[in-house]
């Protein structure tokens, strides 16, 4: 199974700062990656897909990058409503796998 | 409105069986693969199963394998798991998900989730 790992597994930012999580592979997985966002009690909802795409209704602060095996999620002006968990999923290969997830807070 | 709704969690015994459904509205299930994923508490997101838009091929995660059992009826625009032998391991949220191919088959995300149904092993 390819294994995903996520850094940092927390951060905590202010308002306007420019945040980044990556998400490395243990195999290659070109560009078969998407990133969730994840609020508490809430189901996740779809940010990025196929590394870079920003998926419909999607604020335009949220941008994806990568290929291979390392991956990176960037919110460039971070907003109170930015709080949440954020997961990265490989799809190159069945078991999908997930990243064990950032909880990003707002300072 | 484009929605997934699950139903069927609840408490169960340990070695007991269990099925959940995901109801499909404002959409037709038969164009995409399906997702079952789930969430123990406090826990990340594990990836469970899948099963192809005409129901003729399915996999599963190693943990689940050969006690999960997905399924969907297109006419009906449903899809279910029926659990056997559960164990306190399965304690969990279980969300179904539409898969969105990211550009090459069976390389989804995931698009449409539901809320989700808890489903508690417990004696």
């Known amino acids: 199974d390819i294994q995903m790992t996520q850094s940092p597994s927390s951060v905590s930012a202010s308002v306007g700062d420019r945040v980044t999580i990556t998400c490395r592979a243990s195999?290659?997985?070109?560009?078969?990656l998407a990133w969730y966002q994840q609020k508490p009690g809430k189901a996740p909802k779809l940010l990025i897909y196929?590394?870079?795409s920003l998926q419909g209704g999607v604020p335009s602060r949220f941008s994806g990058s990568g290929s291979g095996t390392d991956f990176t999620l960037t919110i460039s002006s971070l907003q109170s409503e930015d709080s949440a968990t954020y997961y990265c999923?490989?799809?190159?290969?069945?078991?999908?796998?997930f990243g064990q997830g950032t909880k990003l807070e707002i300072k | 409105q484009v929605q997934l709704v699950e139903s069927g969690g609840g408490v169960v015994q340990p070695g007991r069986s269990q099925r959940l459904s995901c109801a499909a509205t404002?959409?037709?299930?038969?164009?995409?693969?399906m997702y079952w994923v789930r969430q123990a508490p406090g826990k990340g997101l594990e990836w469970v199963a899948v099963?192809?838009?005409?129901?003729?091929?399915?996999y599963y995660a190693d943990a689940v394998k050969g006690r999960l059992i997905i399924s969907r009826d297109n006419s009906k625009n449903t899809l279910s798991l029926q659990m056997n032998s559960l164990g306190v391991e399965d304690t969990a949220m279980y969300y179904c998900?539409?898969?969105?191919?990211?550009?090459?088959?069976?390389?989804?995300?995931?698009?449409?989730w539901g809320q989700g149904t808890m489903v508690t092993v417990s004696s």
């Open positions: 998900a539409r898969g969105v191919a990211m550009g090459s088959a069976w390389s989804d995300a995931f698009d449409i």
């Open positions: 404002g959409f037709t299930i038969s164009d995409a693969a």
């Open positions: 099963i192809s838009y005409d129901g003729s091929r399915k």
């Open positions: 195999q290659g997985i070109s560009t078969w």
């Open positions: 196929a590394a870079s």
């Open positions: 999923q490989q799809a190159n290969s069945f078991p999908n796998t």
